[in-house]
């Protein structure tokens, strides 16, 4: 390898450590918080105020139950805000009479599937990858990733992100603005991601001489203040993504992007705070408390098998004082029968319930609704309870999926449709909506129960309308079936658009059907004035009876 010069102490690259150490360091208050939740809850996360959060001691916490409650909580965000079984995203204009023109609902049926199968797991990871972000916004309140086109292999490339190796920062109006993510690779990887030409002569050694030390490397995205329109290269993009080396602190990359190409959802963050906090930061007390009392437990219980012993001195123990059932301990007692050696007499009770500890785990379980996100789907539910548990979910949690939605999902389905467009990968709409404003419709699991319980609530209405109507037609006349059916087919997003007609398609069948029914109404009026004249024994002409 003989790469070209490197340019060392670039100011794009200093700039994106000092950023680094900057926003670090402004961090570090929830870094503790963050640990504790990484240790009792979500084990796979941690390091935070570590150099390198990899090398981590990974702590093994006493019990399992805080562990289970954010998974499954993880796993009902997953099921109710994007399930790759449910229409979860898809496209719309301003103008509804537009929506429901059939070659227009027909175009966004086609780039919304089109949309929904590029997250498929045949062509990317963003489902597995959305899950770890779910299971990041329900410990710490925070989730990042980004994701970008592998043009090579033709698929997507979806990432969540550890939180150690992420910092960012927000603008006047409290949107992640700035991100700076610190990561390493071994030098071998390096040259394959960047190719050689790009790093510096160091890195190139370890590479040709195999070695394992890790490379560490920044990637900052930030806003491009030098941004003009129509510009060729990184100046004419908004966003710009540089990558920079530690070794010699390198530029390697600068790339710009239409769209910011990563996501920081929160769950929930105050006014002028960057980083949100989560259930885990409630269920935090309780779950500290339910680790100290197991704790506690098993020691006591340590403590009841193998008790402390008392002896007057070491030649009173042989074997170097150790104890093994079924064994004869000479000495230990004197000639009178005394004994020399007793157990350290502790209090048997340890002032901790089952009741207790039972209440502090049902607290960490309320704080990630595990009532109820684990009773939903299961049988032997009615439909009733279900609707009941799934109102109790909505209330509890679903506020937190507007911002989910507009920090994550929303923004991965509109970069998505973008990332297809610029690929050729969409056909382009009706020449009609040429101008028009194209928005995300984001269809949540969440709003889709609410639509389908007004869908049963019309149901309900027409069902009892019908014995009504056998008694006087006026209850009939009160419908409107343009409005039923519209308001049915809304109650089921997953439905494709284009199976519903508009309103003046429909208009025109039911004039063609009037006119033929006319038609043959008509012809039968002829059949039979002419059966009666054959039975009269006359027939019609032009001059009258014959």
């Known amino acids: 390898m003989k790469p070209d010069t490197v340019i060392e102490n670039d100011p794009r690259a200093e700039e994106a450590i000092r950023r680094w150490d900057e926003l670090k360091s402004s961090r570090s208050r929830h870094e503790q918080d ?33 562990i289970m409650a954010l998974g499954s909580f993880a796993a ?6 994007t399930n790759p079984a449910n229409r979860w995203g898809g496209f719309e204009t301003p103008d509804q009479e537009l929506n429901q023109w059939r070659p227009m ?21 963003f489902y597995g990858a959305t899950f770890q972000a779910y299971s990041d916004l329900a410990g710490f309140g925070n ?16 990432v969540t992100m550890s939180l150690a190796e992420v910092v960012v920062e927000i603008d006047a109006h409290g949107r992640v603005v700035e991100m700076v993510r610190k990561f390493t690779l071994k030098p071998r990887a390096a040259v394959r991601e960047y190719g050689a030409k790009m790093l510096p002569k160091k890195v190139n050694e370890m590479a040709d001489k195999g070695s394992s030390d890790d490379v560490t490397f920044y990637y900052h995205i930030l806003n491009n203040d030098q941004f003009v329109k129509g510009k060729l290269g990184p100046r004419g993009k908004p966003w710009l993504g540089i990558t920079a080396c530690e070794e010699g602190r390198s530029l390697v990359k600068m790339a710009g992007h239409e769209d910011m190409p990563a996501y920081y959802p929160r769950w929930d963050v105050d006014s002028g705070m960057t980083y949100g906090t989560g259930p885990g930061m409630i269920a935090l007390p309780s779950a500290r408390m339910v680790n100290l009392m197991d704790g506690a437990t098993i020691r006591a219980a340590q403590q009841a098998a193998d008790p402390t012993r008392l002896a007057p001195d070491r030649q009173a123990v042989p074997l170097n004082g150790t104890f093994r059932p079924g064994s004869v301990v000479y000495g230990a007692v004197d000639m009178r029968g005394n004994p020399l050696i007793r157990n350290l007499e502790q209090a048997g009770n340890i002032g901790l319930t089952i009741e207790e500890k039972r209440a502090k785990t049902e607290a960490v379980k309320e704080a990630f609704h595990y009532a109820v996100m684990s009773l939903s789907g299961r049988t032997g539910v009615t439909e009733e309870e279900t609707r009941i548990m799934e ?13 989910i939605m507009e920090e994550y999902a929303a923004r991965k389905f509109e970069r998505r449709f973008r990332l297809l467009w610029r690929a050729g990968q969409l056909p382009p709409p009706p020449p009609e909506a040429s101008g028009m404003p194209l928005r995300v419709r984001y269809q949540s699991a969440a709003a889709m ?36 059916a519209e308001a049915l087919h809304d109650a089921s997003p997953s439905l494709p658009a284009r199976i519903l007609r508009s309103r003046e398609d429909a208009d025109e069948i039911a004039k063609a059907r009037a006119e033929k029914e006319q038609q043959a109404e008509q012809m039968q009026m002829a059949e039979a004035a002419g059966g009666v004249a054959k039975d009269l024994g006359v027939t019609l002409g032009n001059g009258g009876i014959q």
């Open 143 to 158: 989730a990042a990733g980004y994701d970008q086109i592998d043009t090579v292999n033709r698929k997507f490339i979806d």
């Open 105 to 125: 609902a027909e175009w966004n049926d086609l780039v919304t599937n089109r949309v929904l199968a590029s997250f498929s797991p045949s062509v990317s990871g």
């Open 449 to 484: 129960a609410m639509r389908a319980r007004e869908g049963t609530a019309i149901r309900q209405f027409i069902g009892d309308l019908g014995p009504l109507a056998q008694l006087n037609r006026r209850y009939v006349d009160r419908l409107e079936p343009d409005a039923i």
């Open 391 to 403: 109102e109790a979910r909505l209330r509890n949690w679903a506020p937190h999926a507007d911002r």
């Open 76 to 81: 009902g965000m997953y099921a109710a805000l």
């Open 34 to 66: 963050w640990e504790d939740i990484a240790n009792l809850m979500r084990p796979q996360r941690g390091g935070f105020g570590l150099y390198d959060h990899k090398r981590r001691q990974q702590e093994k916490p006493l019990s399992s139950e805080p």
